[in-house]
């Protein structure tokens, strides 16, 4: 009976040793792939020996750690285009960070294996060429690829889940597809060949609704204020000077002749 439970002990402790060194091989080569593919000027410590799921920088994993579901790398300085067949390899994949970087070329097309995208920042990198068909991924519900150089069309993007989006300040033309017209106007903002009706094509304001007054416009305001403080002093100085003259024991025509001088008379 002992000689079993020494076993079974035995079995337990092997299996929880395994459990904790267990990493998601497919998807640790896949990141190592990437990493090695790209330039990147801030040193990430993803090495074949650590753990991709306890050690790894911005990489996060599920429950058990059987799969990398999050990847957060902003401002890592990654230069160029995305290597193809390495991210798109992470199917489990659900949040994609990778903004503030210097990321160019078109938008990857092997993008379309990440069935399970929720959450997508690309803001403020290089990338160019034509907006992809976000329906492709019907479980996002956060897409900021602001700042950035995409050019073309808005596809029409119908995906229930979709709560934030961000599309701004890039060289994207045409009209905004009716079904993200629940979206505020904002968000297509600083595209200045895109329009928001059909009977137009009247460039979008360039910053949102509560932006605040550009400083050439509180300028333009200086003068005009200025000019009425400096009025409304002269006035104050006459008036004093009237009030004090005609106070004084002097004769009875001083004010009415000192009024005739300040007035040019």
Known sequence: MLKKMNSLFIFILGAMFLSIQADPVEDKQALLDFIEHIHHSRSLNWNKEASVCSSWIGVACNSDKSRVVGLHLPGMGFRGPIPPN????LSALEVLS???NAISGSFTSDFVELKTLTTLYLQFNDLSGSLPDLSLWNNLTIVDLSNNSLSGE???IDIPSLQQLDLSNNDLTG???K???RFPIWVFSGNTNLSSTTNTLSPLPGQPPNAQPSKKARKLGEPALLGMIIGACVLLCVLISLLI???RPKRRNRPQELLKVIMGG
């Open 86 to 89: 390495t991210l798109s390899r």
């Open 154 to 156: 808005i596809p029409d």
């Open 179 to 181: 079904s993200l017209g």
């Open 245 to 247: 003259i005609c106070r």
């Open 175 to 177: 009209i905004i597809p």
């Open 98 to 100: 990778l903004r503030s």
